[in-house]
């Protein structure tokens, strides 16, 4: 479904991303990890349209996005960035009507389907009752639902998510990938996010994707490619792993520093 070929990204001469091959199939949670710095959240602009390539191409169901009309696009694609910010005056589901603008003609009213998929939205992601009360007032976590809400009111296919759970406390960080994963469950949505928790990583994806020295450094399910090896490899970091049967993954304890 997508398909990045022979990507290459760079800011004026700093390459980021050098010549990158992969595929992701429809209905997969994907978490890309790494080091900081290695290039995930530039990747996800890529893939989310957000950076042009250097080189290469980027390509949904054959076609490539920088030839895709924008429109259509965002009622397929729809991405959560970095600490998102909304208007100080917008309530929550002002925010997620918002989700709704590649549908609207050329008014940019609401009719009244898009007004039932943002009630749909909401309640989804169980903010029915927040929706009256402005962003800003909202708890991190509310915060970061009320985002997704909006994503999942494109009705997107791909949702994408750069570090969701950054910065929550560790319970809403489990309420939003709990979410995650129930969207991807229910609606057949893929997720590709940027996660910095390898633990929560391997118990949410159905693939990881190891980025290092600009490229891949490996790729596949959570219980084949974490292990001491690769934490030592790619985070110069000593730790012990265990595995988890209910969840089928593995999750580890850190030792120290190699």
Sequence with gaps: MLEVNNLTLAYDNNVIVDDMNFKIEKGKIISLIGANGCG??????????????????????????????????????????????????????????????PYTGISGKLSKKDLEVVDWAIKETKMNHLQHRQVM??????????????????????????????????????????????????FGITIIMVLHDLNQAARYSHEIIVMKDKNIYKRGKP???????LLKDVFNLKAKIFYDEENDSPYFLPLGIV
């Design 40 to 101: 995930k959240s530039t990747l996800l602009k890529s893939l989310s349209r957000n950076l042009k390539p250097k080189k290469g191409a980027v390509y949904l169901d054959g076609e490539a996005l920088v030839k895709m009309d924008t429109k259509l696009l965002a009622k397929r694609m729809s991405i959560l960035p970095q600490m998102p910010k909304a208007p100080d005056d917008f309530t929550a589901r002002d925010l997620v009507s918002f989700g709704r603008y």
């Design 137 to 186: 007032t909202l708890s991190g976590g509310e915060r970061q639902r009320a985002w997704i809400a909006l994503a999942l009111a494109q009705q997107p296919e791909v949702l994408m998510l750069d570090e969701p759970t950054t910065f929550l406390d560790i319970c809403y960080q489990y309420e939003v990938l709990e979410l995650i994963n129930r969207l991807n469950k229910e």
């Design 223 to 229: 219980k084949d490619i974490i292990n001491e090896d």
